[in-house]
């Protein structure tokens, strides 16, 4: 039997290096099976610049959380990209298989969130779905729009 308390670890986030995920998302993936030898999880940090749109996709087997730390989001959820506004202490869940697309709702701040999958590889399931990307870039201008007015 291996020796679970010898596999516990901490790791920093300084000690990771920051990567573009598939869906042009700045991911700094801490919790790993790379990392850290993790079997059925994964977390990291994503850091969305001002305006940013991730590119529509979906996890094809892994459910999804994202906690909102700084900054003010939108996720588009499903074929309609019906928006699910979050902020700070705030906890958005994605079953495995919706098409999602994260959403920088500032032009001016950062968001960033932690993001916790059931893929212990952090994105080895994600399929990109580029039929939604127009759609999506649109509806988060709307939101921008409706947010700089209120």
Do not use: W
Request: glycine letters at 6%.
């Amino acid at each position: 039997m291996k020796d679970l308390i010898s596999t516990a670890r901490v790791i920093s986030t300084a000690d990771i290096q920051e990567v573009v995920g598939p869906h042009g998302q700045f991911l700094v993936p801490c919790v790993t099976s790379d990392t850290c030898g993790a079997e059925a999880i994964s977390a990291g940090l994503v850091n969305m610049p001002p305006g940013k749109v991730a590119r529509a996709h979906y996890h094809a087997h892994s459910e999804t959380i994202v906690v909102c730390t700084r900054g003010h989001a939108a996720t588009l959820i499903g074929p309609d990209l019906v928006p699910h506004e979050h902020g700070p202490g705030e906890f958005l869940y994605v079953p495995p298989g919706v098409v999602h697309v994260a959403v920088n709702l500032s032009d001016t701040d950062e968001v960033v969130a932690l993001d916790i999958r059931t893929d212990p590889k952090f994105s080895e399931d994600l399929i990109l779905t580029p039929e939604f990307d127009e759609a999506a870039a649109e509806i988060a201008a709307r939101l921008r729009r409706e947010r700089a007015a209120a």
